[in-house]
């Protein structure tokens, strides 16, 4: 069977150096996939070249048996792939709710008629005139947004109406994370989600991506924090300077000796700088 | 100084006392610009105000050419335009001049974005926020008292019959209309644009050949002339939707200062120079309206109800994706927000509003030629609506009625008001960018 | 005991209305490194902005080799001999990373030692002196951090201010960090680091300060607080959390 997410021979280069070398990657139907190497090793072009960000130079990238290279980042929306960015991409002056609402904006049927030339004008008339279908389709989100938010436990419900930035750094993460699962994707990545959070707020992310996946969401997941890549993941690919140097179930990956020389340095990190420090102290 | 561009609080970090870099960087343009200036005047042997408007558009063309930052690229860029507009108006004629400058700069804007000798950098430094839009809560004006507000603006021609007080609301109304048409575009969307006066101009011709060639009575040549600004507005400034930030401002004042010389210079249509007379005032039901009170009263329900229908705009999800468009594109484009789509929505409603302004302006004034709708009116909408508050519908019209209404009452005559509009919209951005009823 | 190099005492910092810091007091000896943990909220990069000038406390005092420097404008702090690696790095993209490090320079006037320093900073800094002339922008999270802290050290502080120097880095190059600033350290350097990971700061700081809502809650030597059961169950992570 053909798998959701099919990456072959991709290919980027900048300038002279080349960002990511033939890859080739599949993610399949309820799969959790973890990308993992050093910075630098081609993990988020990667991502933008899939969410159609950048444009590939060689190579070939097949969604549902569609091929997606070529295709807008807007048309891959809403195609069903929804995405996180690295630093946190929320919007800003937006209340979180609205965020979310507008993580639903390619599911609308109702307030954006499909029509080519005259859609434009219908949307503008339908959002002056708002007749029943408009408003109906509208509250049917805002619970449905309530339903996601409510997968954060108290953390975003209670600030439904705050602007965004006036949120800790750990909720406009999750903000951005809500926004993604209103575009109920076929394909959600995230990239490196975690990225600044405690071990408390991690440990609840990695929660939260487990339930996602036990409900039989595909994720394909950056991370640096190497127990929960461990934990969640079905496969990892690890790419170091823009190729794949490794490929397979978690275990067999952890323990290849050209991934833990390339990228994890010693198996113990930062203990060698530790055991220095109590020597002097 | 590139330090200091390129992220001022690193740079803080590095021991650079910021303030004092700007203040040398003003200091040298300043110096430079006034050797030009003393130039200029040797060789023309003649200064007067209005020239540097006109310097500082040239200017800005010659850097674009040659590229943000590039010196060698800022010299060959004035001297290409120079050349340029020399040639040109040995072909054309010497009302063109201003023409070249801004056509040219209109397509390296669109064409070569970097300039011919900036570099290409593939490195696209990611903003925290990317917006100009001051964070804050706006107020909330309770419902009852804008009702009661309205009533009572409609009501007052029966209070007093004051023809001055009548004539004052009256341009603080249309002055509304001109307000609401930037906020949308510029607070709501994120678009700066600083050429609206434009749009009122193609509303007012439009609706001025309309009732005097085809004989249309005002209810029909009104939303016509509407809809055609909506129209050729959006169109004209579609090209320059690839544009960010401030680049798409100096794209829209240099539109705005095009179609001001088309209309100067095809006479045929327009009457150049001369403009357009005998423009019907208008009419209702066959009836001319031409009493105070008639008058004030269509501007003030149009005003109402496109101020009501920009409201529920901004309430619905079309008002909400438009806000994803200002806050952050890419964020916006991931979630299947096509941007040029929504960017031609904003300019085309606010092209329509506008237009309906300048049309019912031309009947009002019954003249019409390309000084009428001239750049000052653009600043003043962008500082109506800095006033009332980014996006602020209701910030919109009391811009207005603060900004046109009361030079009237406190009788300022007509020279010292673009003092006071720039002196007003200077303190607002250092002490409240928000505006009075803040962004939305 | 000798004067601490920095020392904060009795910081009340206000946001409008709200309360950032309540009567924070800490010290920072000569030599040393001392690192200032806590969660989001914490209040810890405020602290940083205190020091460095770019926020003004309502009321307490910072004190820096003896002088008071609160109130003092940004710039005249860096000259004062404090360096700074900022969080995320803000390493100026559109310049080479040579340039990037004359700016670690720009208070300095005595070209030969600068010129010497440079050399200094390539040898241990390697990855950095590998892509001197390429844009700062093209290099990754981890190289960024290296030039944000060798363009730190082009200044010769006395004492170097680090805010969250492993956040976003991948193992190998958390490592390559930590090592790095022992390393610094060890040449005389003291260090003052803002940490969110207390596991990977305690590793080589000598001392640190905990920060709860804007209140120091807990301080001791990095021993002690490895050990204190209160940090473990609000910070630590690794192989116990997980």
């Known amino acids: 069977m053909a798998a959701l997410l099919e990456i072959r021979g991709l290919a980027r280069r900048f300038g002279g150096v080349a960002a990511v070398k033939d890859l080739d990657l599949e993610v399949r139907d309820g799969e959790l996939v973890s990308l993992i190497g050093p910075n630098g090793a081609g993990k988020t072009t990667t991502f933008n070249m899939i969410s159609g960000l950048d444009r590939a130079d060689e190579g070939e990238i097949v969604f549902s048996g569609l091929r997606i290279d070529r295709l807008s980042p807007e048309a891959i929306a809403a195609l069903g792939v929804a995405r996180t960015f690295q630093h946190g991409r929320v919007f800003a002056n937006l209340s979180v709710e609205d965020n979310v609402l507008l993580g639903a904006h390619t599911r609308l049927s109702a307030v954006r008629p499909r029509l080519p030339l005259e859609g434009p004008v219908a949307e503008l008339l339908l959002a002056l005139v708002r007749p029943a279908p408009v408003g109906r389709e509208e509250e049917a989100l805002k619970r449905e947004a309530r339903e996601i938010l409510a997968l954060f436990g108290d953390r975003l419900t209670p600030r439904l109406h705050h602007p965004a930035y006036s949120l800790s750094y750990a909720n406009r993460r999750r903000v951005e994370i809500a926004r993604a699962l209103a575009l109920r994707p076929s394909l959600l990545m995230l990239d490196e989600p975690t990225a600044g959070m405690n071990p408390t707020e991690t440990a609840e992310m990695q929660a939260l991506i487990a339930m996602l996946k036990a409900r039989g969401m595909s994720i394909l997941l950056i991370e640096h924090k190497l127990d929960m890549v461990m934990q969640l993941s079905d496969r990892v690919y690890v790419l170091d300077d823009g190729a794949k140097i490794a490929e397979g179930a978690p275990e067999a990956v952890r323990n290849d000796p050209g991934v833990i020389e390339a990228y994890l340095g010693h198996s113990e990190i930062g203990r060698t700088a530790g055991r220095k420090q109590e020597a002097e102290s | 100084m590139r330090a200091t561009a390129q992220d001022r609080e690193a740079a803080l970090q590095m021991g650079v006392n910021v303030n004092a870099v700007n203040s040398a960087v003003f200091a040298i343009a300043s110096a430079l610009g006034g050797l030009g200036g003393l130039l200029v005047g040797m060789y023309y042997n003649h200064i007067d105000p209005a020239m540097s408007f006109q310097a500082t558009l040239k200017g800005v063309v010659a850097q674009v050419i040659g590229g943000v930052g590039n010196v060698p690229g800022a010299i060959l860029g004035g001297a290409l335009l120079g050349l340029v507009e020399s040639y040109g108006i040995a072909a054309f004629g010497t009302t063109y001049r201003n023409l070249f400058a801004f056509v040219l700069l209109v397509v390296f804007l669109i064409g070569f974005p970097n300039g011919l000798f900036g570099a290409r950098s593939a490195i696209h430094t990611e903003p925290l926020v990317g917006t100009f839009i001051a964070p804050s809560r706006p107020v909330r004006a309770p419902v009852w008292l804008v009702a009661g507000a309205t009533v009572a603006a409609f009501a007052l021609p029966f209070a007093t019959s004051a023809p001055y007080l009548l004539q004052t609301l009256t341009n603080a109304w249309l002055a509304g209309l001109l307000a609401l048409s930037l906020t949308l575009v510029s607070g709501t969307a994120g678009q700066i644009s600083l050429g609206q006066a434009a749009w009122l101009a193609i509303g007012g011709y439009a609706s001025a050949l309309l009732a005097i060639d085809l004989g249309a009575t005002a209810i029909v040549s009104v939303p016509a002339a509407g809809l055609i600004t909506a129209a050729l507005g959006t169109l004209l400034v579609f090209p320059a939707f690839r544009l960010r930030g401030h680049y798409i401002a100096i794209a829209t004042l240099a539109i705005g200062e095009i179609v001001s010389l088309v209309i100067l210079n095809w006479e045929s249509l327009t009457g150049g120079a001369m403009g357009l007379t005998g423009i019907p005032p208008l009419s209702l039901l066959g009836r001319d309206l031409d009493s105070n009170r008639a008058i004030y009263w269509t501007c003030l329900s149009t005003l109402a109800v496109l101020a009501l229908l920009q409201a529920r705009l901004l309430r619905s999800h079309l008002g909400r994706t438009l806000r994803a468009v200002r806050e952050d594109e890419i964020a916006a484009r991931s979630y299947g927000i096509g941007l040029d789509r929504y960017k031609a929505l904003a300019f085309g409603f606010s092209g329509f509003v506008a237009g309906v302004g300048g049309a019912i302006t031309a009947h009002l004034y019954s003249y019409l030629n390309s000084q009428t709708f001239d750049s000052q009116l653009s600043l003043l909408a962008l500082t109506m609506v800095m006033l009332g508050g980014m996006g602020n519908v209701l910030g919109a019209i009391a811009g207005a009625v603060v900004l046109v209404g009361l030079p009237e009452l406190f009788r300022v005559t007509a020279e010292y008001r673009i003092l006071i509009y720039g002196c007003v919209l200077l303190l607002l951005v250092r002490f409240r960018p928000q505006g009075l009823l803040g962004t939305l | ?242």
């Not at chain 3, 950032?20 to 030599?31: M, N, Y």
């Not at chain 3, 981890?142 to 976003?168: I, K, N, S, W, Y």
């Open chain 3, 1 to 242: 005991m000798t004067r601490p190099l920095l020392s904060l005492d009795r910081i009340n910092t206000f946001y409008g209305a709200v309360q950032a810091h309540f009567d924070l007091s800490l010290e920072v000896g000569e030599g040393r490194i001392v690192s200032l943990l806590g969660g989001n909220a914490s209040g810890k990069s405020t602290t940083m902005k205190i020091i460095l000038g770019l926020v003004a406390p309502r009321s307490g005092t910072v004190t820096f080799a003896g002088e008071r420097i609160d109130g003092w404008p940004t710039h005249r702090i860096i000259r004062a001999g404090i360096g700074s690696v900022p969080e995320a790095r803000r390493i100026f993209p559109l310049m080479t990373v040579r340039e990037n490090l004359m700016m670690g320079a720009y208070p300095r006037d005595d070209r030969q030692a600068v010129a010497e320093d440079l050399d200094r900073m390539l040898t241990l800094f390697p990855r950095v002196a590998e892509r001197l002339n390429q844009r700062a922008g093209a290099l990754s999270g981890g190289e960024q951090q290296m030039l944000a802290m060798a363009r730190a050290l082009m200044g010769r502080p006395r004492l170097v201010c680090m805010d969250e120097p492993t956040m976003g880095l991948s193992p190998l190059f958390v490592d390559r960090v930590l090592e790095l600033i022992s390393e610094i350290n060890r040449q005389g350097l003291t260090v003052f680091m803002v940490e969110q990971n207390a596991n990977l700061a305690l590793q080589i700081a000598h001392e640190g300060y905990v920060l709860q809502s804007g209140r120091i809650v807990l301080h001791g030597s990095a021993v002690e607080l490895r050990r204190d059961p209160r940090i473990r169950d609000a910070y630590l992570g690794g192989a116990s959390a997980a």
